[in-house]
């Protein structure tokens, strides 16, 4: 019997990290299933669904956590099949000038509207004309079918001229 696992990593980066974790999960006789990385201010950080058999868990977990080499932080979640509601996916992109709070007022709104957010990614960017920072998002979301969609594009409108910030909401083609 096959177990699926969350894994959450962080460690100082360097070459060949990713080709030694999935040494350690391939010699578990692990499936690396769906991941997604990124080098943060020289960190590797990194959340990653891996299958493993039943009886490989536990050395597997312990390998990851004593190996020396790979130095990473590993928090470990057995992950669940809960089951799905109709939802509808759709995508959020933001740009505006780089302020205090912006993520937690979008999500906070997004929370009252029971939205669940899927990915989020963020960047400070330099304005092409003028230099300026800019703060740049990249928001995908989940809405329960009972939400209607022209409710999140009017918080989202309030949102944008309190903030001044731009914030456009699509279907996501994914």
Known sequence: MKKSIVISVLGNDSPGLVKSLSHLIVAHQGDWVESQMANLAGK???????????????????ALQNDQSLGLSAIFEESGSNPIEEQTELEIALVGQ?????????????????ASVDKLHTEIIEAAMTGETLFKADIKIHIPSGVKENDIQEVLEELANELIVDIQLVHSDT
Do not use: T
Request: charged share 15%; net charge neutral.
């Open 44 to 62: 590797f950080a990194g959340i990653l669904r891996v299958d493993l058999p039943a009886d490989q868990l536990k050395a597997f977990q312990a």
């Open 98 to 114: 780089d302020q205090l709070g912006i993520i937690h007022r979008i999500s906070s709104a997004l929370s009252l509207m029971n």
